[in-house]
C-alpha cells in the first residue's frame, strides 16, 4: 500500500466515527498524476448525491505529458461503495447531521486508488482547544521521561 494523500486537518476538526474504503473512478490521466503523488485532499469532503457518493474539493493536478486528455483538477469525483454501504451513510448524514470526510488517499496493493472516507462529527472550538492542550501535556511528559 502507497500513501499518495493523507488529510491530518481532518482529525483536528471532527470526531471520527466510522471508516470505510471506497474506490474512486479516475480517468487515465489523473491516475498517472496520483502515483506521482500530486494530490490534495486538505479541503475535500463527500456527499451523496442521487444514490452515489461524490467527492468534491480533492485536488489532482494535470499530468505533464497528458496535453488534451488532461480534466479540471478540482471536478467531482464519484467514489465506488455497496449499495447497503452507501444506503447506511445516507441514513447517517440524513438523520443524524453527520459529515463525509476523506481522510487519506492511496493505492493498494493491486495499484487501484481508494480512498478512506470517515463518518465524521464536527469539533466545537473548545474542543480543539482541549486537544491540543492534551497533546502538549503528552509531550511535555515524555521530554521529561527521557532526561
Known amino acids: 500500500m502507497k500513501l499518495v494523500a493523507n488529510n491530518k486537518k481532518a482529525r483536528h476538526d471532527y470526531f471520527i466515527e466510522d471508516t470505510y474504503e471506497a474506490g474512486i473512478v479516475l480517468t487515465g ?3 498517472k498524476s ?4 500530486k494530490v490534495s485532499i486538505k479541503e475535500s469532503y463527500a456527499r451523496i448525491r442521487n444514490g452515489e457518493i461524490m467527492i468534491y474539493g480533492m485536488n489532482i ?8 486528455f488532461n480534466v479540471d483538477p478540482l471536478r467531482e469525483r464519484k467514489l465506488l461503495l455497496h449499495r447497503r454501504e452507501i444506503n447506511k451513510l445516507e441514513e447517517l448524514v440524513t438523520r443524524q447531521g453527520l ?3 476523506p481522510l487519506r488517499m492511496y493505492i ?3 495499484g487501484r486508488a ?3 472516507i470517515a463518518v465524521a462529527r464536527g469539533k466545537k472550538a473548545y474542543d ?3 486537544d491540543i492542550a492534551k497533546r502538549d501535556a503528552d509531550r511535555r511528559m515524555q521530554q521529561a521521561m527521557r532526561k
Open 128 to 130: 480543539k482547544r482541549h
Open 29 to 31: 490521466t489523473e491516475i
Open 108 to 110: 493498494d496493493d493491486r
Open 99 to 101: 459529515t463525509l470526510v
Open 61 to 68: 493536478a494535470p499530468y505533464e505529458q497528458g496535453n488534451i
Open 34 to 37: 496520483v502515483r506521482q503523488g
Open 114 to 116: 481508494k480512498v478512506e
